[in-house]
């Protein structure tokens, strides 16, 4: 491709996005891919570079990805493995209590001090720290301890409390007694969802198998950090730039007045971004991972 080409690849794809109305309805549809199918190739058929992400490569980012509940890194292997072949810099540290921890006696602080660690060592800075539903909450408390090595603050279809808030204080109170019920009924007080609530909920648009595939690899979440109240006022009095994505088909926390990932839990955030595709709260990460790394990065660029 000559540089007239790519250059005129870049000018449609930036005419797109600035003319993009996040209120309506994206390109990324649902499509029932193969689980086992990783991640979406970046070449052609004819083996050459999908010119279509050129957009998505126009800066190296460094992102620290933080998962949620029921999950581990391997969430985001899809994800991170796309945002890689864009020329991105990518970190997923596992959360304790979490994946192959099987202490489940852990608290949100220790949860966040992991995560703060994670970045020290690694000496990262000038950051895109992104937060997937529960991490939404752990990168609040993140952020207040490390505002300087932190560009920008990415929620998608996260949890956003406000101040003297737990995690259970977003779920409607027959959600509640459901969820806390399960930690109550554990011997390590940790919940295991029934997969039929799991089916319905985080995978709403699985395919039977796919969604077992997806329920067989999660671990039981503890529940202490779900329900610690959360003193967040140092974090709202920062003022790090952030976006929120919302996948339109995400069913995790009802919609309504009083609930919801959009508006209702977005709007605490202030002035922000606002990125909005389709997807559900999990198959979509696994399913259509290239057209999820294209909203983060959309979501975290400049």
Do not use: C
Request: net charge neutral; aromatic share 12%; hydrophobic share 35%.
């Amino acid at each position: 491709m000559t540089t007239k080409e790519q250059n005129d690849v870049m000018y449609q794809h930036n005419y797109y996005f600035r003319h993009m109305n996040p209120n309506q309805s994206t390109p990324y549809s649902y499509q029932p891919y193969h689980f086992n199918n990783e991640y979406y190739t970046n070449t052609t058929q004819n083996g050459l570079i999908d010119h279509n992400d050129l957009y998505f490569r126009q800066h190296i980012l460094t992102f620290v990805l933080i998962h949620g509940s029921w999950a581990d890194p391997t969430f985001w292997n899809g994800i991170a493995g796309e945002l890689r072949k864009m020329g991105h810099i990518v970190h997923t540290p596992q959360l304790p209590g979490h994946g192959t921890d099987k202490n489940k006696n852990v608290t949100h602080e220790m949860i966040t001090q992991s995560v703060v660690e994670y970045i020290t060592t690694q000496n990262l800075k000038n950051i895109i720290l992104v937060g997937h539903s529960f991490g939404g909450s752990v990168i609040q408390k993140v952020a207040e301890q490390l505002p300087d090595r932190i560009k920008r603050l990415v929620f998608w279809n996260a949890f956003i409390l406000k101040d003297g808030e737990s995690m259970a204080d977003q779920f409607p109170p027959q959600g509640q007694q459901f969820i806390l019920g399960l930690a109550q009924q554990s011997p390590d007080h940790s919940i295991k969802l029934p997969f039929s609530y799991f089916r319905e909920v985080f995978v709403n648009l699985a395919d039977l198998q796919t969604a077992r595939q997806i329920y067989n690899s999660t671990t039981p979440e503890p529940s202490a950090p779900l329900t610690e109240k959360l003193d967040l006022k140092a974090f709202y009095q920062l003022t790090i730039p952030r976006s929120f994505i919302n996948l339109l088909e995400d069913t995790a926390i009802p919609a309504g007045e009083a609930y919801g990932w959009y508006p209702h839990m977005a709007s605490r955030l202030g002035i922000f971004r606002f990125i909005q595709g389709h997807g559900d709260h999990m198959t979509t990460a696994k399913l259509q991972p290239r057209k999820v790394a294209h909203l983060i990065v959309n979501a975290g660029r400049d």
